[in-house]
T-cell receptor, first 113, second 117 residues
Framework: KNEVEQSPQNLTAQEGEFITINCSYSVGISALHWLQQHPGGGIVSLFM???GKKKHGRLIATINIQEKHSSLHITASHPRDSAVYICAVISPYSGGGADGLTFGKGTHLIIQP | GAVVSQHPSWVICKSGTSVKIECRSL??????MFWYRQFPKQSLMLMAT?????????EQGVEKDKFLINHASLTLSTLTVTSAHPEDSSFYIC?????????????FGPGTRLLVL
């Protein structure tokens, strides 16, 4: 079964700070998602990665397949970035069903003005 | 981007009743839909995977007779919680996958919050 670990669990930062959230997994994967969950519960998919790096606005996601590690970065953070950020992986025999996702526990991010 | 809706967004029911939750892909054909459950302060956990026109595949520990899943069309899957009990109170989220984004991309619904009294 794939174990997905995120760090930190909780992060409070000041507006404008550069934020890094880390995700490690134990078994080889075919793809990794970074998701954002707001207090209301709805989930938005930010990125899906299978290699390299992706950028969207102030968000950057990287993945190192060999090291089984991914990072999500937020530049010039803003209070509206406050949310739970979840790392989720797809891998065969991960315990996530045929293609279902295995989720990390999430990182609670609070950006203070 | 692709849109997935869920209905209802929240429901309160008495213990022993059945509750049906709908998950719809609004602008693409979802060949596969996933149902997840999230308890407070915990990770989402996959409950079952359903492919259109076939029986759902349930994860270990999920009772298929209690959580009935139907995926009768390429745009609709339903999850019915039968004889709901307070311990079934949770946040239920569906996701859908189809030709919209390739086989690895899942689009999430907004979730349904269930409270069983």
């Amino acid at each position: 079964k794939n174990e997905v670990e995120q760090s930190p669990q909780n992060l409070t930062a000041q507006e404008g700070e550069f934020i890094t959230i880390n995700c490690s997994y134990s078994v080889g994967i075919s793809a990794l998602h970074w998701l954002q969950q707001h207090p209301g519960g709805g989930i938005v998919s930010l990125f899906m990665l299978s290699s390299g790096k992706k950028k969207h606005g102030r968000l950057i996601a990287t993945i190192n397949i060999q090291e089984k590690h991914s990072s999500l970065h937020i530049t010039a953070s803003h209070p509206r970035d406050s949310a739970v950020y979840i790392c989720a992986v797809i891998s065969p025999y991960s315990g996530g069903g045929a293609d279902g996702l295995t989720f990390g526990k999430g990182t609670h991010l609070i950006i203070q003005p | 981007g692709a849109v997935v809706s869920q209905h209802p967004s929240w429901v309160i029911c008495k213990s022993g009743t059945s509750v049906k939750i709908e998950c719809r892909s609004l602008d693409f054909q979802a060949t596969t839909m996933f149902w997840y459950r999230q308890f407070p302060k915990q990770s989402l956990m996959l409950m079952a995977t359903s492919n259109e026109g076939s029986k759902a595949t349930y994860e270990q520990g999920v009772e298929k007779d209690k959580f009935l899943i139907n995926h009768a069309s390429l745009t609709l899957s339903t999850l019915t919680v039968t004889s709901a009990h307070p311990e079934d109170s949770s946040f239920y989220i569906c996701s859908a996958r189809g030709r919209a984004g390739g086989w690895k991309t899942q689009y999430f619904g907004p979730g349904t919050r269930l409270l069983v009294l």
